[in-house]
């Protein structure tokens, strides 16, 4: 048993008084160790943190007993590690906790959701579903469903310009799938409105999936938004699918670019990336800008103005004063 807990969750209810929720959040977890990125909006609550295990699983009974989130189910998603899966505690706050645009509310409309097991099903047995991966390109190049389809876009925000890719579908059992479920909940509720009927999300995506039923048929890794950068999946057929960036030979090893200008996520083998000093092309590797080599690839990001007990805060919110 490893003694650290990842944890990956959302919940889709309305906060109003958003700013001292976030303090109230941010709190807590300072006092109890807890690392990660949750972002606070008026849609709701995302997040993923790790901590010790003990710390963990009394922060879930925390957000679990709010009477804030009274009748709602947060349906976290848990894997163990080693260490602390974050360097930093960010809890911001945002428009939305997916970015989207997509001008959609999955409180009152949403695909029908799938739990792993009748996912399993649907997918292995019935000749009518179709796949269709809700993530970005850096995401899906890495790891995917076999058989998936999978958009050309950076975002859910480019969501809207490839609708037309899967038009002639519509008949068809449409099921979106995505990292943790969260996206899901948004693209299922966009494809509705477009006038697809049979939609269907992953219910708590690849991570639950491969925690709940050895993610068969996930080939690759699982692109995951902490120091891991990708997460083992699928225990019972396992597959390598993505290339290396430079010379082109199979490899999984995910990194993001050493120049902080570029920042790339991408899959460079470890020879590669030691030849090229961390960085992605020429250009990136003379970038006066770049950070020093780092064998495991990932670098975290800087982020200006923050403290340890305040996190980020942006430079045009007012800072709130808290005792300690």
């Not at 997040?47 to 295990?53: E, I, N, Y």
């Not at 001008?103 to 996912?119: C, I, M, S, Y």
């Not at 597959?239 to 995910?254: G, L």
Request: with cysteine; hydrophobic share 30%.
């Amino acid at each position: 048993m490893k003694p650290y807990s990842v944890i990956l969750y959302y919940n889709y209810t309305p906060i109003n008084e958003l700013e001292a929720y976030r303090e109230k959040h941010h709190v807590f977890c300072i006092d109890n160790n807890l690392l990660g990125r949750i972002i606070v909006a008026p849609e709701g609550l995302n997040g993923t943190v790790s901590g010790l295990t003990a710390d963990c699983q009394k922060y879930m009974a925390w957000l679990e007993n709010d009477p804030l989130f009274e009748g709602t189910n947060f349906d976290f998603k848990v894997e163990q590690h080693d260490e602390h899966a974050f360097a930093k505690l960010h809890v911001r706050v945002k428009e939305e906790i997916v970015n989207s645009d997509l001008g959609v509310n999955p409180r009152v409309r949403t695909g029908k959701h799938l739990e792993p097991a009748d996912f399993k099903e649907m997918y292995h047995n019935d000749p009518d579903v179709v796949l269709v991966d809700m993530r970005s390109n850096y995401e899906h190049n890495v790891g995917k469903f076999k058989g998936a389809i999978t958009f050309d876009m950076d975002n859910l925000r480019e969501l809207p310009d490839h609708i037309q890719e899967i038009e002639h579908l519509k008949d068809k059992k449409i099921i979106t799938y995505c990292t943790g479920g969260i996206k899901c909940e948004k693209a299922s509720a966009y494809l509705l409105e477009r006038g697809f009927e049979n939609v269907y999300q992953l219910h708590g995506g690849i991570i639950k999936y491969g925690i709940e039923e050895g993610g068969e048929d996930f080939e690759g890794k699982c692109y995951v938004f902490d120091n891991r950068v990708t997460t083992d999946v699928n225990a019972v057929n396992p597959a390598v699918i993505s290339k290396c960036h430079i010379c082109n030979t199979t490899s999984d090893f995910m990194v993001n670019c050493a120049n902080p200008d570029c920042n790339a996520h991408l899959a460079i083998c470890p020879k590669c990336l030691k030849e090229m000093d961390g960085a992605c092309s020429d250009e990136c590797k003379n970038h006066p800008r770049k950070r020093p080599y780092n064998p495991e690839g990932y670098y975290s990001k800087q982020s200006d103005n923050y403290t340890p007990k305040f996190g980020f805060k942006s430079r045009q919110r007012t800072k709130t004063v808290i005792s300690f």
